[in-house]
């Protein structure tokens, strides 16, 4: 299981991180990607991190303000967000899966989501 955590409310320009703790099993071989789905629409990729932690990819638009990284003695992978947006509302959800020949993420497992908030 995956299960993200540390979502709240925030005021634009904060920070905030997730953390996507993984139980019974581990995910240490696998991709581990984060993905975001805002009131009304679909769900949309954010950002991606390869076995090591030495890959790293992101989405156009939290480029430079969003970092992933992962623990994988800990089993958790974290979603630093900062410079947050009102338009960075939604419900964000981690996943563990790999990455298609075409470079498409291709997920799994899905985790439950945790809700981030941003006022302006």
């Known amino acids: 299981q995956l299960q993200a955590c540390g979502g709240g409310l925030v005021q634009a320009w904060g920070s905030l991180r997730l953390p996507c703790a993984a139980s019974?099993?581990?995910?240490?071989?696998?991709?581990m990607g984060w993905f975001r789905q805002a009131p009304g629409k679909e769900r949309e990729f954010v950002s991606r991190?390869?076995?090591?932690?030495?890959?790293?990819y992101y989405a156009d638009f939290v480029k430079g303000r969003f970092t992933i990284s992962r623990d994988n003695a800990k089993n958790t992978v974290y979603l630093q967000m900062n410079s947050l947006k009102p338009e960075d509302t939604a419900v964000y959800s981690c996943a563990a899966g790999r990455v298609s020949p075409s470079g498409s993420y291709l997920s799994d497992y899905w985790g439950q989501g945790t809700l981030v908030t941003v006022s302006s």
């Open positions: 019974g099993r581990t995910f240490s071989s696998y991709v």
């Open positions: 991190i390869n076995w090591s932690g030495g890959s790293t």
